[in-house]
């Protein structure tokens, strides 16, 4: 007759185990699988995810760490993982001259959105996640805005290492996000 206690340790046993990530990878050697993630989610430092190859992970990573599209982690079976920023809803923001750029910038900045900034054979742009009310402020400056999916990689700027607000009282340290 089998006890309640030989389930559990049955099922204890036959639990795959997670995968540990805690630390980026700075060397050579090619990563062996991939983590796909939105911005959202390679903003923080504690997580479960899947890996491209289905194995599941707990990312434990130190406090305040980002991820960019082809970072690499090392986990804890020594696998190298490549990050690979997921496509996500954006908005992308142009402007008929740089000043206008620039005042569209200095508001996005101001409500302290994270902003991705760019050029292509169209010409400077600004992109950010999708928002009805970001895109109606862009809209009353004068901007074309247009919706697509795209990797988002928006600026350190003023989020770079070691970044907080005089007084906030969270004592956190927001966003590394080294290029």
Not at 57 to 79: E, I, W, Y
Not at 156 to 167: D, F, I, K, N, R
Request: net charge negative; aromatic share 4%.
């Amino acid at each position: 007759m089998t006890t309640e206690a030989d389930m559990i340790s049955t099922a204890t046993i036959a639990a795959p185990a997670l995968l540990l990530i805690e630390s980026l990878y700075e060397g050579d050697a090619p990563a062996t699988d991939t983590l796909e993630l939105d911005f959202n989610y390679r903003s923080k430092s504690r997580l479960r995810a899947r890996l491209g190859s289905g194995a599941e992970v707990g990312l434990f990573l130190p406090r305040g760490t980002v991820l960019r599209g082809g970072h690499k982690l090392r986990a804890s079976d020594g696998r190298i993982v490549a990050v690979v920023a997921a496509a996500e809803d954006l908005l992308e923001a142009r402007c008929a001259s740089a000043v206008d750029l620039a005042r569209a910038a200095f508001h996005l900045g101001n409500r302290h959105v994270a902003v991705e900034v760019g050029r292509d054979a169209e010409g400077d742009w600004l992109r950010l996640q999708a928002d009805h009310v970001l895109e109606g402020m862009l809209l009353g400056l004068g901007a074309s805005v247009r919706a697509l999916s795209a990797p988002f990689e928006p600026e350190a700027g003023a989020y770079a290492p070691g970044h907080q607000h005089p007084g906030d009282g969270s004592g956190a340290r927001i966003h590394m996000m080294a290029q």
